[in-house]
């Protein structure tokens, strides 16, 4: 099936490479004015301005007139952890009592207290839950997302919430990855015997997981009180044996070497890095691997944000991410991530764009499917509302200013 969209009032992020952007080169956004866009079975087959639409537009049958509307890749959201099994909100509260986050994660709160509700739901509950989820991030502009487990933290449980993103993998309309995240707290029972816990993700989980193609990465959560770095080098090692590519929380609450050994084991990405030193921003900047951003966290968790712009200025690539969880970001909304980036982390409107969009592509290693307007990629894209301009987008946050969003060339609803 062809469809012909016209009179685009700006076809944003026509890039023409297929390049993870750094540094300066994140602030460069094409776009164009006054636009066509041509989808064929799903896929963008042609794009220009509408002044060089030719007359063989006139034998396309579908045909949708945009006028006043930007249209955008849809957004690229590599890392999240959307599959739950209940809120978090008396966390919250607890939190807005004055308790810390390191306090509620020691008397059992946190990542254990999501373990325990998780254990006790079937398979098929925590899919019922999960695809609701994914259906609202969809309405919000999201077109990809990275999914990981982390809230089993047993064999059973952790290949029960691999098994439900692999069918949300097999059932979505777009497109998602799956990430091992078995090292994201010691359970309990191995409190004082973290190679016991280590011994069971590797003998015991890991070859199940490999066997059964539950995963595209793994992850570890590297911070005081959870794993160490050299314990995170251990748990990568033995999954890198298995084609699982690390994708790793490192620099949250604690700058603890995670960064630098998360780049010597050549990491897709390193994500969070709320605390950066100046060597860890060189580190990120002379490296190959993408800082992964999440403002929603660190302002939920009411940390520093971020220090996006001296990481850009000193030459990094970084992507945006939501961290849809219920302990630290339970919004998965990018459109709030991105206006965040720009009022929080002061990111340029074309930068925040691009992190959000080809640069998480880049983080999922879905670049070639999705991220930018290219011919051969897929049309999942965001029509927005009438907006005078592009940075009305991340100034008028809280609005939403999303028409329609279109999903392998389907209007989804
Ligand atoms: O990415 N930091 C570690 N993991 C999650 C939070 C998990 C939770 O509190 O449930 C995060 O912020
Ligand atoms: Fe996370």
């Known amino acids: 099936m062809t469809l012909l969209v016209t009179n685009i009032k700006q076809l944003v992020g026509v890039h023409e490479e297929n390049e993870l952007l750094r540094g300066k080169a994140l602030a460069s956004l094409p776009v164009i004015e006054d636009a066509y866009l041509l989808i064929n079975d799903g896929l963008i087959a042609a794009f220009g301005e509408m002044k060089e639409l030719g007359a063989w537009s006139d034998a396309i049958e579908q045909r949708i007139d945009a006028g006043g509307q930007f249209v955008l890749p849809a957004w690229c959201d590599s890392h999240t952890h959307l599959v739950f099994a209940a809120s978090r909100e008396e966390e ?91 090292a994201h707290t010691y359970p309990l029972a191995y409190r004082e015997n973290h190679q016991g816990y280590i011994d069971l993700i590797i003998n015991e989980m890991l070859p199940v997981i490999a066997a059964e193609d539950l995963a595209d990465f793994t992850d570890v959560f590297c911070e005081k009180g959870f794993f160490s770095p050299g314990e995170m080098e251990t748990i990568c090692k033995a999954a890198m044996q298995y084609g699982l590519k690390p994708k790793l929380h490192v620099n949250q609450l604690n700058s603890i070497g995670g960064l630098q050994k998360a780049i010597e084991l050549n990491a897709l990405s390193v994500d969070h890095l709320e605390t950066m030193t100046e060597e860890d921003i060189q580190a990120l900047a002379q490296s190959t691997v993408i800082g992964t951003l999440l403002p929603s966290a660190a302002f939920f968790l009411r940390m520093p944000y971020q220090p996006a712009r001296a990481m850009i200025d000193a030459g990094a690539a970084v992507a945006l991410a939501s961290d849809f969880n219920p302990g630290s970001s339970p919004s998965g909304n990018m459109n709030l991530v991105v206006a965040m980036s720009c009022i929080g982390m002061k990111m340029l409107p074309e930068e925040a764009i691009n992190a959000a969009t080809i640069n998480g592509a880049f983080a999922m290693e879905l670049q070639d499917e999705l991220g930018s307007i290219a011919v051969g990629k897929k049309a999942n894209l965001i029509f927005t509302k009438p907006i005078p301009s592009l940075a009305y987008l991340p100034y008028a946050f809280g609005s939403n200013l999303i028409d329609k969003v279109m999903i392998g060339g389907e209007f989804f609803s």
């Open 92 to 182: 919250f509260v607890d939190k807005l009592k004055g308790m810390s986050y390191e306090a509620i994660a020691a008397k059992g709160g946190g990542i254990l207290n999501s373990a325990n509700k998780l254990a006790q739901l079937s398979e098929f509950e925590l899919l019922r839950m999960a695809w609701s989820r994914l259906q609202e991030l969809i309405t919000l502009g999201t077109g990809a997302v990275e999914i990981k487990s982390g809230y089993g933290l047993s064999v059973e449980a952790e290949l029960k919430m691999l098994r439900v993103i692999k069918q949300l993998k097999e059932t979505s309309p777009i497109p998602v990855k799956a990430t091992f995240l078995g």
